[in-house]
């Protein structure tokens, strides 16, 4: 069987003065391609930490994590560059988009990155993309200018525009409200079919673990059933 992610063993140690935290104590998972995954649990159980690991966004104290075939664990800053460029798309809790920029110019960003495509080509996918999460009316508009749930569809979008193997959500509606979240959620859901992609998203809002394909638990820096999700 062929998995998008694979974690061995990881664990993630942080300094904090002469004292360590242990982010995460050896967890294992492993994460079929086009799956919907959740990550549920507490504040502090680990989320973030996996997450951002996963990402390229930080390097494991010990444990392999291998994402497309690749193993990731060791690579310095400019491979977690290229690697993210190439591989990851991200939606952060706290949206992080560009506020001089309008919602087109926060989805165009990524593909300007990348590289490789005129700017007619460039809007085409970025039109198309607005559109896919209901933005299309408002691709000008600044995030000041729209509501918290737009802010996380243009997002979604741009995590997605440039069709990545991998999406991952940081609790991507932890600051919206519920009839908000679902019309988020919901989205998110519809991104592995439509864009062949695999979607890892964490969440501490129990509702949120059953419109998963598969849901795991973390406690204490570890899966609650070690080995889920195989
Ligand atoms: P979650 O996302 O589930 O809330 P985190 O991954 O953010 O959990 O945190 C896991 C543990 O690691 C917590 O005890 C947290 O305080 C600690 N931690 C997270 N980031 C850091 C950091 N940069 N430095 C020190 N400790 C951290
Ligand atoms: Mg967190």
Do not use: C, W
């Amino acid at each position: 069987m062929d998995y998008i992610v694979e974690l061995r063993n990881v664990r993630k140690e942080y300094r904090l003065g002469n004292q360590t935290v242990e982010a995460l104590r050896g967890a294992s998972l492993n994460v079929k391609a086009g799956q919907f995954l959740a990550i549920a649990g507490q504040s502090g159980s680990g989320k973030s930490t996996l997450l951002n690991l996963v990402g390229g966004m930080d390097r494991p104290t010990s444990g392999e994590i291998r994402v497309d075939g690749a193993d990731i664990s060791n690579l310095d800053r400019a491979g977690q560059d290229a690697y993210r460029l190439r591989k990851v798309g991200f939606v952060f809790q706290s949206f992080n988009l560009l506020h001089v920029f309008t919602a087109f110019q926060n989805v165009e960003m990524p593909l300007l990155l990348a590289g490789g495509m005129t700017a007619g080509e460039r809007a085409k996918v970025v039109h198309q993309i607005l559109a896919d999460v209901g933005l299309g009316e408002k691709a000008n508009r600044k995030p000041s200018e729209l509501s918290g749930g737009e802010q996380q569809r243009v997002a979604i979008a741009r995590a997605v525009v440039k069709r990545p193997p991998l999406v991952l959500a940081d609790e991507p509606t932890a600051n919206l409200d519920s009839r908000t979240s679902t019309v988020v959620v919901d989205l998110i859901r519809s991104l592995p079919k439509k864009y062949n992609t695999t979607i890892i998203f964490s969440t501490h809002h129990e509702p949120l673990m059953q419109i998963a394909d598969v849901a795991v638990r973390m406690r204490d820096g570890n899966f609650v059933d070690s080995g889920a999700a195989a």
